[in-house]
């Protein structure tokens, strides 16, 4: 399984981003979808996850400003990003646990300027 994420960028505070990550292979059972980012000079945190039933969990740093969707007819999963600040600049990661193995893109930088 490869993963491939997409749509990071220089933005303004208070901008919009969507990032993709798209998942390509011999897939046969997600169990679960999820975004990291790891910001400049620190370590990787969880952002947000949805699970093969739907449901989500968002970190509350971002919780309501990030949504995390999918679709499953694309294997693709997406992070909306709404009202940007500063400190969400990061290097965003997709990660992926399919038939209980886990899988990770590459990053794609978000840099949110003030």
């Known amino acids: 399984v490869q993963l491939q994420a997409y749509g990071g960028g220089l933005v303004q505070a208070g901008g919009s981003l969507r990032l993709p990550c798209a998942a390509s292979?011999?897939?046969?059972?997600?169990?679960?979808w999820a975004w990291y980012r790891q910001p400049p000079g620190k370590q990787r945190e969880l952002v947000a996850t949805m699970d093969n039933g739907g449901r989500t969990t968002v970190a509350d740093s971002v919780k309501g400003r990030f949504t995390i969707s999918r679709d499953n007819a694309k294997n693709t999963a997406y992070l909306q990003m709404n009202s940007l600040k500063p400190e969400d600049t990061a290097v965003y990661y997709c990660?992926?646990?399919?038939?209980?193995?886990?899988?990770w893109g590459q990053g794609t930088l978000v840099t949110v300027s003030s």
């Open positions: 292979g011999r897939i046969f059972n997600i169990n679960l």
């Open positions: 990660n992926l646990v399919e038939m209980l193995r886990g899988y």
